[in-house]
T-cell receptor, first 111, second 115 residues
Framework: QQQVKQSPQSLIVQKGGISIINCAYE??????FPWYQQFPGKGPALLIA?????SEKKEGRFTISFNKSAKQFSLHIMDSQPGDSATYFC??????????FGAGTTVTVRA | NAGVMQNPRHLVRRRGQEARLRCSPV?????VYWYRQLPEEGLKFMVY????????ESGMPKERFSAEFPKEGPSILRIQQVVRGDSAAYFC?????????????FGQGTRLTVV
């Protein structure tokens, strides 16, 4: 069974626009919520991560918003650039080692 | 400062052959994880190993698949008698410790094609 549901499957945004990707989970035992960025032919790379004791974390143009009561978290990419075109995966992790990934969102930024 | 190294990057096998995928973790990391990614899907956990021990193989098919992480040398994911459904990208990740807060670094993957 899928531990985390990610949407949308793909999105297209104009350069300078905002990309928003959403993830929802069920298991309240998860306590680590990372986002990974993957370029074609490469492995996933950690982009930004959040713990459930904060509602928002920002690193440069990337922001995670976390809603513990709704069991949802989202990635916002501000001022999207063509170099941001990639596949983004949310993931969840409980107090062990196992990452469970969403199905991925392919983001295309048009110049 | 090398990251996780996987080889080969691409592997083509005929049905029934064996595939051996290698993963050298980040220097100093003793925790290795293998994930499989099917086209247009997320990564699925397969197995978690520490040096000389399999900690969790709950995501690995019971037959034909095996993994090891010897005291010396890389971790090996072995697929015997490959079938077309084994075609996928296999990613290895390593971490310093096996806890929730510890970042796992991923290699570039091995893309297995079974013909």
């Amino acid at each position: 069974q899928q531990q985390v549901k990610q949407s949308p499957q793909s999105l297209i945004v104009q350069k300078g626009g905002i990309s928003i990707i959403n993830c929802a989970y069920e298991n309240t035992a998860f306590d680590y919520f990372p986002w990974y960025q993957q370029f074609p032919g490469k492995g996933p790379a950690l982009l930004i991560a959040i713990r459930p004791d904060v509602s928002e974390k920002k690193e440069g143009r990337f922001t995670i918003s976390f809603n513990k009561s709704a069991k949802q978290f989202s990635l916002h990419i501000m001022d999207s650039q063509p170099g941001d075109s990639a596949t983004y995966f949310c993931a969840v992790k409980s107090a062990d080692y196992k990452l469970s990934f969403g199905a991925g969102t392919t983001v295309t930024v048009r110049a | 400062n090398a990251g996780v190294m996987q080889n080969p990057r691409h592997l083509v096998r005929r049905r029934g052959q064996e595939a051996r995928l290698r993963c050298s973790p980040v220097k100093g990391h003793s925790h290795v994880y293998w994930y499989r990614q099917l086209p247009e899907e997320g990564l699925k956990f397969m197995v978690y190993l520490q040096k000389e021990n399999i900690i969790d193989e709950s995501g690995m098919p019971k037959e034909r698949f095996s993994a090891e992480f010897p005291k010396e040398g890389p971790s090996i994911l072995r697929i015997q008698q490959v079938v077309r459904g084994d075609s996928a990208a296999y990613f290895c990740a390593s971490s310093f410790a096996g806890t929730a807060n510890t970042e796992a670094f991923f290699g570039q993957g091995t893309r297995l094609t079974v013909v």
